[in-house]
């Protein structure tokens, strides 16, 4: 694995652990950088976290 793919990008704003480059999806709406395997998705034309998807079904 490249060391680059183990830097870390944050803290995933669903879960709330560090995210790092190897398992990172930006969200488009809140730009923060969460777990794309399991945290989020592809959302309405870019990636996007739980927290913003929840957030779209409510309104």
Do not use: I, K, L
Not at 24 to 38: E, S
């Amino acid at each position: 694995m490249d060391p680059e793919d183990m830097m870390p990008c944050g803290d995933c704003p669903v879960c709330g652990e560090m995210v790092d480059h190897s398992e990172a999806g930006f969200c488009v709406d809140c730009g923060g950088a969460f777990h794309w395997t399991r945290c989020g998705t592809w959302g309405d034309g870019g990636h996007q976290c739980e927290n913003c998807q929840e957030e779209e079904d409510h309104d």
